[in-house]
């Protein structure tokens, strides 16, 4: 089905001038580099800024997804549901509402990430020093969408896949660092005992 059949896709706020951040007041702003490039969730602290007022089309407040519209990858997020309060979205992202009836934001985002929709996005990109995805080619994005249940399970499943990939690579770094301990120990019993 295609993306735009399932939510409502539109530019985030483009700013007048340069932003600068506020110690304290104004408005929370979600920004290209508070979104990871492999589609985790962005948050909790924002910079804030202060902007006049703004439509409500420009806010996130939980259960939408942000796209990355520009530089590579163009990865998707999740936003947490819900926010403590609304989030302003800056261009290049592109805000992504789903119709929660039909598609998890959490599953949205997971088969915009996925290699095949990538490659469908990346084979219609513009530009060659900053790569573009535009607004047609996203609106027109194919995407699978199992019932809700399955989509639940699928993220789920992905969640996991990802947490035991981060304690395989713990694992990994605590078995070198005692390799290297027992090694170093080794290698100093040793040497004590040329000095006997």
Not at 6 to 16: E, N, P, V
Not at 49 to 68: A, I, M, P, Q, T
Request: glycine fraction near 8%.
């Amino acid at each position: 089905m295609r993306l735009a059949e399932l939510s409502d896709i539109h530019s985030g706020y483009t700013a007048r001038g340069r932003l600068d951040p506020l110690s304290e007041g104004g408005v929370p702003a979600l920004q290209l580099r508070d979104v990871g490039t492999i589609g985790e969730a962005p948050g909790p602290d924002f910079q804030r800024y202060d902007l006049d007022k703004l439509s409500d089309r420009y806010f996130v407040r939980g259960g939408e997804v942000v796209f990355r519209s520009r530089g590579e990858p163009n990865a998707a997020a999740a936003i947490p549901d819900p926010l403590p309060e609304p989030v302003v979205v800056i261009v290049p992202l592109v805000i992504i509402r789903p119709d929660r009836d039909r598609v998890h934001p959490e599953y949205l985002a997971w088969a915009i990430n996925q290699p095949d929709a990538q490659r469908r996005l990346g084979a219609e990109a513009q530009g060659t020093s900053l790569r573009m995805i535009p607004m047609a080619v996203l609106e027109n994005l194919e995407i699978a969408v199992p019932d809700l249940q399955t989509q639940r399970r699928i993220v789920e499943l992905d969640a996991l896949s990802r947490q035991e990939g981060q304690l395989l690579r713990r694992l990994a770094a605590l078995r070198g660092q005692l390799v290297s301990a027992i090694l170093g120990e080794a290698a100093n019993a040793a040497d004590q005992k040329e000095i006997a």
